[in-house]
């Protein structure tokens, strides 16, 4: 099954709040964002941002210029239906954000468990290109990946895990990190998975 594929079968056979990623509160996603000192009218995408809740907090938060991007249509139909009407400030996307194309430079990029599952070098090189295009200078990126003791796969595909100091080799043509947060995330069935977020400036 091609990569689309497998995520619309995800989001039209599994509820939102029973897959192993999901967050009840995205805290540690928030509490990044606002370090990075976003302005509330500039832009943030959420990338490969599914059904999660993020965005309903980031509206919550006063800001005012959100995207979400995912490659699954389904994915986007839930957070769209569960927004009502909100759902009219977001802009949606259906694309594969190693092949985005972006019309506009955002403030912020932010993907949880989304870079992780680029098991190809040439993906990954693609992806950090359009993220590159995506974010203003001084802009930041946000990504969140298993981390080296996380699991080997993540919702039945294979993953690359990563230190800080890996996912630094990673972005280096484009971003410097500023801070690294290790999280010990508790999945819906109760397994615990070591996850690593790290936050870049775009130079
Ligand atoms: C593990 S889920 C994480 C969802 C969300 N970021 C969260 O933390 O709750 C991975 C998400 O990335 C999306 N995805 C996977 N590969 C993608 C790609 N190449 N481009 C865009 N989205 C992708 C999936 O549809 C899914 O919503």
Redesign the pocket.
Known sequence: MD?KAH?ET??TTRAAHE?G???PR?ETSLQLIARAGVERGEPLI???????L?VDRLLDAGYGDVSV????AA?IDVAYRRLGGWANRVHWLV????KFEPLRQYALWH????FH??TDPAERAAYVMVAMKAVRPGGSLIVATFGPQGPEQ??GLPVVRYAPSDLDGQFSAGFERVESVEEIHTTPGGAAQQFVYCRFVRR
């Open positions: 990569r995520w995800v989001y897959v990623w999901f967050q995205p959420d990338v490969g941002g599914g059904a999660s993020l991007l995912d490659i699954s994915a694309e594969d954000a190693a993907d949880r468990a989304v599952f680029l993540c919702s």
